[in-house]
């Protein structure tokens, strides 16, 4: 009862934003995945239309609504162009709750996010598990980018090449801190999100390079929960919550000024998510939400506001170091509108030339569970990509966004290009000597 009371609470706050809708196709015109499928569903304004009718056809074809709600990358180029401010992402994490409210996870699923996701000391421990035995499943796909690949035939890992579980996770390097601030008190909690603890570690250990060097102060909570985002734009926004509920008795009541993390899609969830989710907890977890969302920040915007002097580059001169190129992930540029600041922290590094690609805010493919779920049009969205960073000459390409990171090794690892690929923050560290 306590549910169907939920759902339709979800769809009656649907309904009032469904009409700021006025069906101008703005939004066709950028969305990535129509230029693939050209099909009007795959657009936000298809799925509008689809979501104003959507207690009837949940009740008629529940599996095809949420087949063509899930056929999306999540980026937020539609939002970012839309003139009428339609919140589309706002809207479709909403719809996701609803359908998946009705028709019910599938169990997998369901036991990986609330049994295990929910529950970060477990969550860690079996990923360790994973790692040590990652081998017998997974197979060196070449060495310049690290990659792996299925050592059988696999359905969910097809002919990708992934990034292997890291053998030591941050987690596990770095125990626990809670620094005293220093004595400009600059304070910040670090918040490194699950890919970048269990994948990609050395981006992690950048930042604290960085934040040292700067003398700032570091408060890191062991057992941190992922930002839920997985788990929201699967529809399970129980899982959701109870991650964030994990996440605010960590940070929530601590004193620090900001909470940095190096994942563009974890700030975008908390800085933005939470707050918008914010409705369905109670007032004073509300607030909490709404005063940690406004301490959040990406660590590159971070560092390079308050410790790199932003002045105008010439990228037309060749410095001779080595080329690279920058990708904005659709979390960091159309969410938050952060895009100078990582491109800053590549270009003060003195052993790098800066390059500019060609559409370098077009969404690289990867769309979270949607890269899982849709192998082969993730793919065609990052062909695109690819061509763009081989047209730009660069060496190596960067980026801020750990998800991207995955996308850009799996598109380059496949193609042999030798083209690096690295977080902008490891770039400006490296530069720190
Ligand atoms: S751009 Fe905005 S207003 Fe125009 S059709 Fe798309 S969602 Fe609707
Ligand atoms: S979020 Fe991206 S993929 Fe989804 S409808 Fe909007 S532009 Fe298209």
Redesign the pocket.
């Known amino acids: 009862m306590a549910e169907l009371y939920e759902l339709s609470m979800l769809l009656g706050d649907l309904e009032e934003q469904l009409v700021t809708c006025m069906r101008c196709g703005m ?1 066709q015109a ?5 230029a693939e499928t050209g099909r009007e569903t ?3 304004r298809g ?1 509008i239309v689809l979501l104003e009718h959507l207690s009837r056809e949940l009740l008629k074809e529940p599996e095809a609504v949420k087949q063509r709600l899930e056929n ?8 970012a162009a839309c003139p009428s401010g339609v919140k ?2 706002d809207l ?1 994490l909403k719809a996701r709750a609803i359908i998946n409210g009705y028709l019910g996870l599938p169990p997998a699923k369901k036991a990986v996010f609330r049994q295990i996701m929910t529950r970060p000391a477990l969550f860690n421990r079996l990923i360790s598990i994973a790692s040590r035995f990652q081998g017998v499943f997974t197979r060196p796909a070449g060495e310049i980018l690290g990659a792996s690949c299925a050592r059988f035939e696999s359905a969910l890992l097809q002919d990708r090449h992934f990034m292997p579980l890291a053998r030591i996770p941050w987690h596990a390097k770095m125990p626990e801190t809670d620094e005293p601030a220093g004595p400009d008190k600059t304070k910040v909690a670090f918040y490194p999100g699950c890919l970048v603890d269990k994948v990609f570690p050395d981006v992690a250990k950048s930042s604290f390079k960085a934040l040292r060097h700067h003398g700032v102060k570091i408060y890191m909570p062991a057992n941190q929960a992922c930002c839920g985002i997985p788990a929201l734009s699967s529809g399970d926004r129980k899982a959701f919550m109870q991650m964030v509920r994990c996440n605010l008795e960590l940070f929530a009541d601590k004193d620090f000024q900001y909470l940095l993390t190096p994942c563009a899609t974890c700030t975008a969830t908390i800085k933005e998510i939470w707050p918008m989710m914010g409705q369905y907890f109670p007032p004073e977890e509300q607030e909490k939400i709404t005063a940690l969302a406004a301490k959040t920040m990406d660590i590159t915007q971070f560092i390079a506001d308050k410790y790199v002097l932003q002045r105008k580059y010439d990228d037309s001169v060749d410095k001779g170091g080595v080329k690279v190129t920058y990708h904005d992930p659709c979390h960091l540029k159309k969410s938050l509108n952060v895009h100078v600041q990582p491109r800053t922290l590549i270009r003060v590094n003195p052993a790098y030339t800066f390059v500019e690609m060609d559409e370098a805010d077009r ?1 690289c493919g990867m ?1 979270g569970s949607f890269g899982l779920q849709h192998y082969d049009l993730s793919k065609k969205v990052g062909n695109r990509k690819r061509q763009n960073i081989y047209q730009s000459g660069a060496e190596v390409v960067s980026t801020a966004c750990p998800a991207c990171m995955l996308q850009l090794i799996d598109l380059l690892s496949q193609s042999h290009a030798g083209i690096r690929v690295k977080h902008a923050v490891q770039i400006y560290a490296q530069g720190l000597g």
């Open positions: 939004c950028v969305c990535p995945l129509y795959d657009v936000a799925k999306c990358l999540l980026c937020g180029s539609c939002a589309v992402l479709f969404c769309g």
